[in-house]
């Protein structure tokens, strides 16, 4: 077990050093390193083309095996109570910060700058029924062929309470599932391995698109802005998870570290989605609000974006000269948080939703979007690692109001006591706390003692 283990730490020490070469390529040979950018795309699509079969195992196997219905939907409704007011959150410590901070004072705009703002802008509004028949797949295996996160929770929520419907008919069909679980999850490991060569890939090619002159003078937001990020990971939420569920931030930060070393280096946090689903789980939180609450998350609770969204525009007005008034500051950025809704965390995908919820509600703003665009890569990481903690500790958080977590495992498993399975991606049969007790236990998993709260 030990050397299994190790050979896992050597692939991350490999993607550290992997990030620092793509540096020095990126700024020695911008050229050849503008070039190695299918790469790092390669291996994200690679992550993302296992993320429905992961969401649709983890949600039928949650939803499946629990009972009662209802139980899904008070952990549902929840979930989206508690993101919307950390959305919120989220936007008021932006704006706040942002005015302070005055980032874009001083700023022009040109004309290769105002074309930049109006690509982005084209094709990115979308409207709110577009967005709620965007949930509905065309078919139902369309849900996994296309990669819509919502549409995959849809076809799997439908499955889970038709299964919880079967009653013990069902059962074989669970196990099944179960067993395509294990598969899935294997494979997951085995395109891990082509971390370090991903990374590089994407670090050398946004190192030499971008430079160092470009970030000069924009680096007062890109301060601002980590920094507001760091505020809002270890003081609100850092405050929340200690007086909630008494769990450190340091403590789960650093057990999801290596997933946010994988986010860094691919700036996308889609990337750790399925090993999220896995460490949560094995943490010890029950799979029905694993299961409903990260993919669900994803999509409805993007706290970095949210910041990023708030920040941006102020950035962009000042820039422009046209500073937003305290109403207006509210009223757009309101409108945005919905627009948001959706963008899973995808590289880019704040950009795209800036630019169309400043086409829909401010056009004459859309121009200075071009402002942000020669920094927004940089940007993202910090949304994408933002968006990520912030579904982690959302997953405690759930977990414990719903008393779906087991509390003597989380403190062993943060202590070091119980190591992650890096080879398999799955824990022992736990994450059943809560649920319908041994028969929803796959075949093959041990149920260990647990202590339900």
């Known amino acids: 077990m030990a050397a299994r283990r190790d050979r896992t730490h050597y692939l991350y020490i490999a993607v550290i050093a992997a990030v620092a070469l793509g540096i020095l390529v990126g700024f020695a040979a911008p050229g050849v390193a503008v070039e190695l950018k299918p790469i790092g795309t390669g291996f994200v699509n690679l992550i993302k083309m296992m993320i429905s079969p992961v969401i649709f195992c983890t949600i039928v196997l949650g939803v499946g095996s629990v009972r009662k219905a209802a ?3 008070a952990v549902g409704g929840l979930a989206l109570g508690y993101f919307m007011v950390m959305s919120t959150v989220a936007l008021a410590i932006g704006l706040v910060v942002g005015n302070i901070l005055e980032p874009g004072s001083g700023l022009h705009l040109t004309e290769a700058t105002r074309g930049a703002g109006a690509a982005q802008a084209e094709g990115a509004s979308e409207s709110t029924a577009d967005f709620l028949l965007g949930i509905i797949p065309t078919t139902m295996v369309s849900a996994f062929t ?6 995959t929770l849809l076809v799997a929520l439908l499955a889970g309470f038709a299964l919880q419907a079967m009653g013990s008919a069902g059962e074989p069909v669970l196990r099944g599932i179960g067993h395509l679980q294990r598969l899935v999850f294997r494979m997951l490991a085995m395109i891990m391995w082509a971390a370090p060569v991903g990374a590089f890939g994407a670090i050398a090619a946004v190192v030499g698109e971008t430079g160092l002159d470009a970030l000069k003078s924009l680096a007062i937001i890109m301060i601002g802005f980590y920094i507001t990020c760091a505020i809002f990971v270890f003081v609100i939420l850092g405050l929340l998870l200690r007086l909630v569920a008494g769990v450190n931030i340091l403590s789960l930060l650093k057990y999801l570290g290596r997933e946010f070393l994988l986010i860094l280096s ?3 946090s889609e990337s750790a989605l399925p090993r999220l689903i896995a460490k949560m789980e094995h943490l010890g939180v029950s799979k029905p ?7 669900t998350g994803y999509s409805f609770n993007l706290d970095g974006t949210a910041i990023y969204l708030t ?9 422009m000269g046209d500073p937003l008034s305290i109403g207006e500051q509210i009223s757009l950025l309101l409108f945005m948080i919905i627009a948001s809704k959706g963008a899973a965390g995808v590289t880019g995908a704040g950009l795209a939703t800036l630019a169309g919820g400043l086409q829909s509600h401010r056009p004459e703003l859309v121009d200075g979007v071009g402002l942000i665009v020669g920094i927004d890569r940089f940007m993202s990481e910090a949304r994408a690692l933002t968006n990520f903690a912030g579904n982690a500790v959302a997953t405690v958080l759930v977990g414990t109001w719903t008393k779906e977590i087991d509390k003597a495992r989380v403190d062993q498993v943060l202590a070091g006591e119980i190591p992650f399975d890096e080879k398999t991606l799955l824990d022992d049969g736990h994450g059943d706390a809560g649920a319908a007790g041994a028969d929803a236990t ?4 041990r149920t260990p003692d647990k202590t339900t709260v």
Do not use: H, Y
């Open 71 to 73: 139980k899904v939907g």
């Open 146 to 151: 296309e990669g819509q996160v919502l549409q």
């Open 266 to 268: 691919t700036s996308s």
């Open 289 to 295: 609000v694993v299961g409903i609450t990260v993919p």
């Open 311 to 319: 920040m941006a525009s102020l950035f962009i007005a000042e820039g």
């Open 442 to 445: 796959i075949p093959g998993q």
